[in-house]
């Protein structure tokens, strides 16, 4: 694994979100995220790195991203592509059914029932409420388990020490944690684990941890009306003042601010189109309903 691996905070969030965007021939950089990431091809084919495994997924098929998973998309010729971004909220049982393993491709083809559920819910248009959303979410999960070998992780492709760290921090990120005390517990030298951070992560021990637990303390000041001190303490902070300088750090704005300004805001939908290329899409991938093939 060589080069700098790009944290992508945005998608870093246990707030009840469901991101989608699409791309016309879509590249990005090596990078890392908290949340899981479904790939669906529209149209051509786009390469997908995943821990260092390079699969083509073409037009029809999805590519599923697990949490901590380092990733790249790389388009050589043409692609069309949707891309979502979702909260564990939707697929926590999932989700904790895969720790410690992985998917020896991550190359799937959704059912077709599935597949036109996914079409009609999640493709284009509002989102529905979010129990159809789970719904078709946790379809296109049991298409991924069918189709997907799953493998411990001890045989995986990964880098070990870096996903042992980001797993152990996720699973323990509301106790006192030290970069000497994880690297004990996982058995990795301090200097080891030290620089895996620095040169992989792009980031320190202590600023990926305070990241975690800033995501949660993100999920609680939007769906719950408890203090910030409550917050802080629930959320893995030993106290308020080092909480609400961990949260301007990484959300750029204060605890109390973001509630205000987030709160509000219905299923917390964030979705980013390109209004045009919807209603291509749109014209070109409108599903018959399943109720008038009945």
Known sequence: MNGLVFHQ????????????????????QRHIHGNPELLYVIEGEIDVTVDECTETVSAGQMCMILPWQIHSFYT???????????????????????RGYYGQTQVFRPEPAIQELFMQYLFTGPFPDPYIIAS?????????????????????????????????????????????????????????????????????????????????????????????TDIALESGFSNTRSFNRAFLDVMHMPPLRYREQYSSVEGGERISIDEGEVQNIERDFHPEPISNRL
């Open 136 to 228: 078709v979410l946790l379809g296109l999960c049991h298409c991924f388990t069918v189709q997907c070998p799953i493998l411990p992780c001890e045989d995986s492709r990964r880098a070990p020490a870096l996903y042992d760290a980001f797993n152990y921090i996720s699973a323990h990120y509301k106790e006192p944690l030290t970069l000497g005390s994880v690297a004990a517990e996982l058995g990795y030298s301090y200097y080891y684990l030290s620089h895996i951070f620095k040169s992989y992560a792009g980031m320190g021990f202590n600023r990926f941890c305070n990241m975690r637990r800033v995501a949660e303390a993100e999920h609680l000041l939007r769906n719950t009306d408890r203090s910030v």
């Open 9 to 28: 905070e945005e998608n870093t969030s246990n707030s009840r979100d469901i991101d989608r965007r699409y791309y016309r021939n879509f590249r990005f």
């Open 76 to 98: 050589r010729d043409f692609s069309r592509t949707i891309v979502l971004v979702v909260a564990h909220s939707y697929m926590d049982d999932f989700l904790n059914s895969m």
